[in-house]
């Protein structure tokens, strides 16, 4: 019997060593969204009989649908910014060895900042009684960027705080064998640039195709900042989600669940096109 | 292709520890010079200093004639073939070779088109669309030979590319780099610690240690009439034989040897290849020696000898003689310079 990589004993016992961390996962998972899905539908009420209904789901559709392309947008922009950002970082601290250590650091700094805190901060920063209206010296003119129309701030919040998430990942995963490539670059006629686009960027497309995955599902579910420098309405699927939850009108419950399963699905969607993406970047190499 | 490079007066220093003292080094068109040394000589920093990936402490990097301060490695014209291959690993082959034309605005076809011949040269074409990543370790380094020749740069610099192959694939390589210099005929730096590799692919020999030039000069030169002891020890000489030069004449254990013309007298040590002395019947050589070793290097025998005689402290030679030597253990043979005369160095 073949006891190679690959083989049924070894693959059944990989399978066994992996339980521990993946059973909680599954059962967490499992029981909630079941939980959800069961609510959402009337099946699982707060108080009552249970009673099959598509109310949740049919109901008010146009604000459903409104709040999934508006989370759409924030989790889409931030993502963008928080690629492009933190690919610069790292880039900057890859050319940069000396200036390079202190972003790096301050990018690590970063990281543990809650969000609540991030965007409370951002939220003195930009709104329009803020820190840099003041200095700026501009009441009238200074644009509304906490509470506006496009979520500036809120967006602002997320690509300050996962730029430095996506420069970490990619400096991990390519800090070692970038650099003697990039000297065989330079020799071979790359120009500073050059060795950036056609060398770095193409190194680092996994660790960014991953990174931006992880940024899109956690911006996508994220409360906290589009809570609180977002506008009151229209509202992105977890501010709706977490408003119908909470609202004394229990019969807003199947509702809530309805746009928590909406984020969950374009979640699993995102990180499916993530791993097609991944693929294919992976198939170059 | 070809242009003239020279090292002037070059220093590096990292902190207080000098990697590199006034290397001076001058290497002409088309030729092929290696710079040999161990490891922490400073060869590979000088390459790197060469090809614009490190700045001098002091000192100048001349091509033909023009003094490179201040020119970053991509405008240098010269291409380094590291120790690794470092192929970028999101190409191919064809697009690993066609890299340098494509920097250089053109066409994907049209460097493809000339990376094609270079890996024909390196006679790799078969493999062109293969991943990078799918190569044995001689393709690796052939690749990189062939993109590092498709920049066409003035100078080729090569950073000890073959010392991860083994043997086997080592000769090929050195015959490649023999079909390449009758065909492009560039010039090359190239680095190494492998005195036989050195050998083999260099017109000349520079031998670097502690960051100086104890020596430059063609290949049989180096070997058979080095400048120092450390130079007759880095080329593998095994022997060295304390005495004194009266006349022109060494005079040891190893009896009166003639040596070069010009050595003042005074105490010397010569220094005779193991290769250049001859087991011979006692009675017939200049010195006797009683047999205290044998060492089977395959088809060759390192015979060691204890050598006494009236004309200075005992000592110790060694005799490298093809196939195995008809000699046992204690017995006492006599032993000759091959030609009768020997090299005398003082330090």
């Known amino acids: ?285 | 292709m070809s242009s003239r490079l020279e090292f002037r007066g070059l220093s590096r220093a990292f902190g207080q520890a000098e990697v590199l003292h006034e290397v001076s080094l001058t290497v002409e068109p088309s030729r092929c010079v290696a710079l040999l040394g161990a490891s922490g000589s400073g060869k590979s920093t000088l390459l790197r200093i060469a090809a614009g990936l490190d700045d001098p402490s002091s000192g100048q990097v001349l091509v033909d004639g023009s003094d490179l301060d201040g020119v970053p490695s991509e405008e240098r014209g010269l291409a380094l073939v590291f120790q690794k291959p470092l192929l970028f690993p999101h190409l191919n082959v064809v697009d690993n070779v066609a890299f340098s034309a494509r920097m250089t605005g053109q066409s994907r076809k049209a460097a493809r088109r000339h990376a094609m011949a270079y890996l024909e040269l390196v006679h790799l074409s078969d493999l062109a669309r293969r991943s990078a990543g799918c190569l044995s370790g001689g393709q690796e380094q052939r690749v990189a030979l062939a993109r590092a020749l498709a920049r066409n740069p003035r100078i080729l610099l090569l950073d000890e590319p073959f010392s991860s192959l083994d043997s086997r694939l080592r000769d090929d390589m050195y015959s490649l780099v023999e079909d390449i210099r009758a065909e492009l005929a560039p010039t090359i730096v190239l680095v190494t610690h492998d005195r036989r590799e050195a050998s083999i692919l260099a017109d000349s020999i520079a031998v670097l240690d502690e960051g100086r030039i104890l020596q430059h000069g063609p290949v049989a030169q180096l070997h058979y009439q080095p400048a120092t002891l450390a130079v007759n020890r880095i080329l593998g000489g095994l022997n060295a034989l304390s005495g004194r030069v009266t006349g022109g004449i060494h005079q040891s254990v190893f009896g009166r040897v003639p040596v070069q013309p010009g050595m003042v007298d005074g105490p010397a040590f010569l220094v005779m290849r193991q290769e250049a002395i001859r087991i011979v019947v006692t009675g017939e050589g200049t010195a006797v020696g009683s047999v205290t070793g044998l060492k089977s290097l395959g088809a060759h025998t390192l015979v060691r000898t204890e050598v006494t005689g009236d004309h200075g402290p005992s000592g110790t030679l060694t005799i490298d003689v093809a196939g195995e030597p008809d000699v046992t253990m204690g017995q006492v043979v006599g032993l000759k310079p091959v030609n009768d005369s020997g090299w005398a160095v003082t330090r």
């Open chain 1, 1 to 285: 019997m073949s006891r190679g990589p690959g083989s049924p004993a070894t693959t059944g016992r990989s399978v066994l060593f992996a339980l521990p961390a993946v059973l909680p996962v599954l059962a967490v998972l499992g029981v909630s969204l079941t939980a959800a899905v069961l609510q959402s539908l009337g099946l699982m009420p707060f108080i009552g009989p249970p009673d099959l209904s598509f109310e949740a789901w049919t109901g008010n559709t146009g604000e459903l649908f409104r709040a999934t392309g508006l989370s759409l947008y924030i989790a889409a922009t931030a993502t963008v910014f928080s690629v492009c950002i933190g690919f610069l970082i790292a880039a900057y601290v890859l050319a940069m060895p000396r200036m390079g250590r202190i972003v790096a650091a301050l990018s690590a700094a970063t990281i543990p900042i809650p969000h609540v805190i991030g965007a409370g901060a951002i939220g003195l920063l930009l709104s329009d009684s803020g820190f840099l209206e003041r200095l700026l010296g501009m009441p009238d003119a200074f644009p509304v960027l906490v509470g506006g129309p496009w979520w500036i701030a809120a967006i602002t919040e997320y690509a300050w705080k996962e730029s430095a998430f996506v420069a970490l990942v990619v400096l991990g995963s390519i800090a070692r064998s970038v650099g003697e490539l990039c000297d065989a670059a330079a020799t071979l006629g790359a120009t500073a640039t050059q060795r950036i686009l056609r060398v770095v960027l193409p190194l680092a497309m996994p660790s960014l195709a991953v990174s931006a995955v992880i940024v899109f599902v956690y911006t996508l579910g994220s409360y906290e900042a589009v809570w609180l420098l977002g506008p009151t309405s229209p509202e992105p699927l977890p501010v709706r989600a977490v408003r119908l939850f909470g609202s004394v009108d229990l019969a807003a419950r199947p509702q809530a669940m309805a746009t928590a399963l909406v984020s969950v699905a374009v979640g699993a969607a995102a990180i499916l096109a993530g791993i097609l993406v991944l693929r294919r970047v992976r198939g170059f190499r």
